[in-house]
């Protein structure tokens, strides 16, 4: 069955360090998103991308952050200046297309320490 | 930002006996509604979906229930198993597919 893989599992990086989370989307999907989950809080809308560029974004994703499909398989997240408070389970996910149940599939996420 | 909510941060049931998960929302823009469920160290995995024109959905022993008017939307899990122990989400869909979740419901299907 096919999956959205991510990498790395785990990122420990320094504040004010840029990191780059890396996805592969499902290979016939269309649709890709970015979402955070905070410890404790609920998951969280970051950014959508659609044709290469960003359909919608949230108030969270500041200047600090930028997506981009560098190729046919890949789709990243890059934050170029941690902060404390970017700690999170980073998740990305894929669809088909937006309308009716069309269903997101999500990867398994990565975690990001900021120290 | 509160237009999903789940009130409920866990539930406990018995093996076999029946899953009332609840999510209320504010926004009636919304088309979609999904649950989604998690295990930790995972992604949130789809379970069942209903559109904002259908008051149920069911799909095997997972049945979503939609009052539109009441903007209350319930996951019934019937019946429910060991599996079924896992945080479970609740998320509207709207514009541009965005999901917004609520803040889910540890359920622990005990023997």
């Known amino acids: 069955e096919p999956e959205v893989t991510q990498t790395p599992s785990h990122q420990v990086t320094q504040m004010g360090q840029e990191v780059i989370l890396r996805c592969v989307p499902i290979?016939?999907?269309?649709?890709f998103y970015w979402y955070r989950q905070i410890l404790g809080q609920k998951v969280e809308f970051l950014v959508s991308?659609?044709?290469?560029?960003?359909?919608?974004k949230s108030e969270i994703f500041d200047d600090q952050f930028s997506v981009e499909r560098p190729d046919g398989s890949n789709f990243t997240l890059k934050i170029r200046s941690t902060k404390l408070e970017d700690s999170a389970m980073y998740f990305c996910?894929?669809?088909?297309?937006?309308?009716?149940?069309?269903?997101?599939?999500f990867g398994p996420g990565t975690r990001l320490t900021v120290l | 930002d509160q237009q999903v909510k789940q009130n409920s941060p866990s539930l406990s049931v018995q093996e076999g006996r029946i899953s009332i998960l609840n999510c209320d929302y504010t926004?009636?823009?919304?088309?979609?509604f999904l649950w989604y469920k998690k295990y930790p160290a995972e992604g949130p995995t789809f379970l069942i979906s209903?559109?904002?024109?259908?008051d149920k959905n069911e799909d095997g022993r997972f049945t979503v229930f939609l009052n539109k008017s009441a903007k209350h939307l319930s996951l019934h899990i019937v019946p429910s198993q060991p599996g079924d122990s896992a945080v479970y989400f609740c998320?509207?869909?709207?514009?541009?597919?965005?999901?917004?979740f609520g803040a889910g419901t540890q359920v622990v299907v005990t023997p």
């Open positions: 996910a894929s669809s088909e297309g937006t309308s009716g149940g069309n269903e997101q599939f």
């Open positions: 290979s016939n999907h269309l649709y």
């Open positions: 991308f659609y044709n290469n560029e960003i359909s919608e």
């Open positions: 926004n009636s823009m919304f088309d979609y």
């Open positions: 209903i559109s904002s024109i259908k």
């Open positions: 998320a509207a869909k709207s514009s541009w597919g965005k999901l917004q």
